[in-house]
């Protein structure tokens, strides 16, 4: 039985700013800081390859020193509007109705919700009573990328089934006003929020690329290198500096064998859709595939367009793809990376 992606939806918040109007805020943040590392993080947001980020709150609100509680209750309430937007308008790009859905799966790892999102656009939405839900809350910027893996899953053992891939992130509602770690200022510079959501289905009359194959792979003794700490101001961020290259070395392990085992090689791959986790990140990426000739222009114009949105990102460049009606027969190979340390990949046919 397939699996196909039926749609394809994304939903960005209502505050934005180009990354050079987010400056004076950085002027006043880092006010009293020595004057070479203000110069340092002014260049790092300057050059890191983002020239616009979309956020739950205003810049004014980000830089106030307010509490974990107020930061998580806007995080609540506005994720919730940006989930029930973007699963709208998926539903519409498939033409369906909200109880047409079998199964919901929510994504989000930047504040902290019980119930969940996907209890939220129940209620809301008045999808079914019987509908199977499933959040996925601690898998950082690759979720996009499982949340899909288990909702194929579940439609692989249910024909005529279709089930919706929520996922909705703020890494600014996590940003931390005290904290001058080059951690706290390298996320502020590459992320933004967003939202996106994904229709997949197992119904044979249902169009869209179908999912050959998934895979995860799981890096031992690497559970320190991405993720949260979870601290009395929020979610502080953990970023290795180490990551881009333990990326690179990981590669062919990664990406050859899961090929292999579908019987083709990267040159049988038609599209590359990539998380752009962050400017180093895509510039090891390109590394490593441009001399076989593929690009990963996509990745690096969404994290250009609205930064890094953990989880929702990837999403955002798979719509770029289902939105140009590829020819048939065409191959894409879906990658994100997240805390673990781990990737997540698919193989899809159009």
């Known amino acids: 039985m397939k699996v196909k992606i039926t749609s394809v939806a994304k939903q960005l918040p209502k505050h934005t700013r180009e990354t050079k109007d987010i400056i004076p805020y950085l002027n006043v943040w880092l006010s009293g800081q020595e004057e070479r590392f203000q110069r340092k993080v002014i260049k790092l947001f300057e050059n890191a390859g983002v020239d616009r980020r ?100 579940f439609l692989k053992a249910n024909p005529n089934k279709r089930a919706a891939v929520i996922a909705v992130e703020s890494p600014t509602a996590t940003f931390q006003l005290d904290d001058y770690s080059m951690a706290n200022i390298v996320s502020a510079a590459i992320f933004g929020d967003g939202a996106a959501s994904v229709i997949l289905s197992s119904y044979e009359e249902d169009e869209g690329p179908e999912i050959l194959d998934e895979a995860m792979y799981h890096f031992y003794d690497a559970e320190d290198m991405m993720g949260f700490k979870l601290v009395n101001t929020g979610l502080q961020m953990i970023l290795d500096k180490a990551v881009p290259e333990t990326i690179s070395n990981h590669f062919p392990q990664i990406v050859h064998p899961f090929l292999e085992r579908n019987q083709i090689t990267i040159k049988d791959v038609d599209h590359l859709i990539f998380h752009p986790g962050g400017k180093k990140i895509v510039q090891t990426v390109e590394e490593l595939f441009g001399s076989l000739g593929k690009n990963i222009d996509d990745t690096k114009e969404v994290l250009k367009l609205y930064g890094n949105m953990s989880s929702a990102t990837v999403l955002y460049v798979l719509e770029r793809f289902m939105d140009r009606n590829l020819p048939e027969g065409d191959i894409g190979l879906m990658l994100s990376f997240g805390p673990g340390f781990s990737a997540q990949q698919i193989l899809l046919k159009w």
Not at 62 to 91: C, H, M, P, W
Not at 104 to 127: E, H, Q
């Open 54 to 153: 979309y956020s739950i709150m205003d810049a004014e609100e980000v830089f106030l020193n307010s509490s974990f509680e107020e930061k998580n209750d806007i995080y609540t309430r506005e994720v919730i509007e940006l989930g029930e937007q973007a699963l709208l308008k998926s539903l519409e790009k498939a033409k369906l109705q909200p109880t047409d859905i079998d199964y919901i799966i929510t994504v989000s790892c930047t504040g902290i919700m019980i119930p969940s999102l996907d209890a939220y656009l129940i209620n809301r939405l008045k999808m079914r009573q019987d509908i199977v839900r499933l959040p996925v809350t601690e898998m950082g910027c690759a979720a996009g990328v499982s949340g899909i893996i288990y909702a194929k899953n």
